[in-house]
């Protein structure tokens, strides 16, 4: 074989043109012994191979620098399938097709900050189980949109619910109210429990509303349980099964609100011990209880439930309880104050905390996940404030603000907007309430009752 070794190709077209190489067809070009190979009979390009296996193949281990600039830099006329690494926004992006958008548009490719990590587990901030991978044009997220969503994210839409027991004056109540969110009305059942009490907690399942501390006075100590059945709105018989292992006078809960072998957490009120009970067969635990809790005192440590903690504040102890391992952790960020001023709880993030102690004004939007004060804002003053859970929006059913009373707002959890509601929405049957117990009810609790919303969620 001939060969011919020259310096450079300056021009094979009169010296007005670009140096070209033409190869006969089946021909192929190699460079430093194929560093570079072109097979023009299958129209392949080959880097480190004679032997690419695609349009452009490249046989390396290190990795390919593709073109890098600005947001203001992308190509002004891309084509579909363009990519490249965003400088601006720090990562790599690709110009394709967006089922949300409707449209061929940029949007990012995994990368160090790519795909967000998924978690099976529920109690994970990764929690993730048949999420829908999504963009935002900058970032990606994982959404139950137009998914199959399970657990937290399947929530019951609460469409009604219940507020029971309170007081007025030393006087305790066995009344209770239903409260439609749809059209923010409140209707008097009459006395269905079968104790009165105030200053007590609570649970709740799909069910069955079920009040601890049922002592007949409005500061006595009791581990009574009292229940209520939602679909039926009537009292039902007490059950030995449901009484704490403890007696318990100005006490707080919060619960798991995930139904599949969820728990409801009792504490305080004069002692230490954490309480379990099991929101799905309806028995308290009588072994192996959680950590006690920080503070066993007696005045109200009422609690807010999120979806990977619970949270209280009493005195001068502020603690979260971790669902996954049943402990307790320091509340750093909570609000001060006392524990008379509740909290408002929501499923979408957030929850409300009294700041102050009773019969003062402002509140506290807090991070359910972190227990990080998001903003302030005043609901009025105000105390021992009976709050009930919607979907979209939440109630306080009377509180306590000089003296007991029926006064009711709503809280839109989208806008942080309170809104003072008139005499349909209060509480009725009696001419004030606070430190009473509010639960949630959905379209499942219906089953049994006449109270069918399907699955609408009502507007604010």
Known sequence: MSQINVDKIVSLTGGVGSPEIQLESGGGFKFDNGTL????????????????????????????????????????????????????????????YSEDAGAVQWGP????????????DRYST?????????????????????GNPSGWSYARIWTHG????????????????????STDTSTDLGDQLDRSGAYMSGSWNDINHFFHSMENTF??????????NMATESGIAHQNAWDMTVNRASMGSFQ?????????????GSNART??????????????????????????????HGRLRGWYKRGNTRQGFEWKTESWVTWATAPGGDGWKKILSSMIGHFYCGRGNNNQNNNSKIDDVTGVNLSNIDFGRMGEENFQMGTRKGYCLGNYNGQQNNNTFKVN?????????????????????????????????????????GTNIPNF
């Open 37 to 96: 190979y072109i097979d023009s009979a299958n129209n392949e390009i080959g880097i480190n191979t004679t032997t690419p296996r695609a349009s452009l193949d490249i046989a390396a281990t290190d990795g390919m620098i593709v073109p890098v600039g600005t947001t203001a830099e992308r190509p002004t006329t891309p084509i579909e399938g363009t990519f490249r690494y965003n400088s601006t926004d720090r990562t790599f992006e690709g110009y394709s």
């Open 109 to 120: 490719i995994a990368g160090a900050g790519g795909v967000p990590a998924q978690s099976a």
């Open 126 to 146: 990764d929690y993730s189980v048949s999420a829908v991978l999504k963009s935002d044009g900058t970032e990606t997220y994982w959404s139950f949109d137009g």
């Open 162 to 181: 219940y507020v029971g027991g309170g007081y007025r004056s030393s006087s305790p109540w066995r009344n209770v109210n239903r409260t439609v969110h």
């Open 219 to 228: 500061r006595g100590a009791s581990n009574y349980t009292s229940g209520f």
């Open 256 to 268: 798991d609100h995930v139904f599949a072998g969820g728990y409801s957490y009792l504490y305080g």
């Open 275 to 304: 309480d379990r009970f099991n929101i799905t067969n309806e028995v308290m635990s009588t072994s192996n209880f959680p950590p006690n809790c920080g503070d066993s005192g007696e005045d109200p440590t009422w609690g807010g």
């Open 413 to 453: 959890y989208a806008t942080d907007g309170v809104t003072n509601l008139g005499a349909t929405a209060q509480p009725k049957g009696h001419s004030g309430m606070s430190s009473a117990h509010c639960s949630s009810a959905s379209s499942a609790t219906s089953a049994l009752a006449t109270y069918d919303y």
